[in-house]
T-cell receptor, first 112, second 112 residues
Framework: SQTIHQWPATLVQPVGSPLSLECTVE??????LYWYRQAAGRGLQLLFY??????ISSEVPQNLSASRPQDRQFILSSKKLLLSDSGFYLC???????????FGSGTQLSVL | KQEVTQIPAALSVPEGENLVLNCSFT??????LQWFRQDPGKGLTSLLL?????REQTSGRLNASLDKSSGRSTLYIAASQPGDSATYLC???????????FGQGTRLTINP
């Protein structure tokens, strides 16, 4: 099965600072990749998904962006963080064969 | 627009009981449905995936059923244990779309 590496586990950033969260996947090829945000009491919100290198679909317009420079690497970025960007960010990978979704351990982002 | 609802939001039962968690969805045109477990501050772990053509899936003490016509799925946990305490989320994959729509989850507590 897959292993999703996501770091850091926690991050505290000031408002207006940049952000880069990286996710790498082991144990599969050509997965569909996803970035979700989980805010307290609000469930999981899909931010971006990618079906291949350089292919990014955005679900929610905001000041975040995503990139997929390699098959098993997915990066979430922001040029200037807002207070509302605080939350628990989860990277996920979906196998093409059985379509199960595997999640990373998440990054708890606090924007102060 | 697909909406996924999980009721109750929280459930507390004594150890050893069998229990059922509920998930309902508004649009029956789904591709598959997954049940996940999430421990506090952690990522999600896929428990069971049911394709739209299937009625149920089993893994150990877990059994998930799917009734597309009524827009419902249940997760049955037999002989509950304190280690089963976690938040359980269901998610449906929409036909023709890449994304999953998640419910808000049921926070389950098993009391020793």
């Amino acid at each position: 099965s897959q292993t999703i590496h996501q770091w850091p586990a926690t991050l505290v950033q000031p408002v207006g600072s940049p952000l880069s969260l990286e996710c790498t996947v082991e144990g599969t090829s050509n997965p569909n990749l996803y970035w979700y945000r989980q805010a307290a009491g609000r469930g999981l919100q899909l931010l971006f998904y990618s079906v291949g290198i350089g292919q990014i679909s955005s679900e929610v317009p905001q000041n975040l962006s995503a990139s997929r420079p390699q098959d098993r690497q997915f990066i979430l970025s922001s040029k200037k963080l807002l207070l509302s960007d605080s939350g628990f960010y989860l990277c996920a990978s979906e196998e093409q064969v059985n379509e199960k979704l595997f999640f990373g351990s998440g990054t708890q982002l606090s924007v102060l | 627009k697909q909406e996924v609802t999980q009721i109750p939001a929280a459930l507390s039962v004594p150890e050893g009981e069998n229990l059922v968690l509920n998930c309902s969805f508004t649009d029956s045109a789904i591709y598959n449905l997954q049940w996940f477990r999430q421990d506090p501050g952690k990522g999600l772990t896929s428990l069971l995936l049911i394709q739209s053509s299937q009625r149920e899936q089993t893994s150990g003490r877990l059994n998930a059923s799917l009734d597309k016509s009524s827009g419902r799925s249940t997760l049955y946990i037999a002989a509950s244990q304190p280690g089963d305490s976690a938040t359980y989320l269901c998610a449906v994959k929409i036909q023709g779309a890449q994304k999953l729509v998640f419910g808000q989850g049921t926070r389950l507590t098993i009391n020793p």
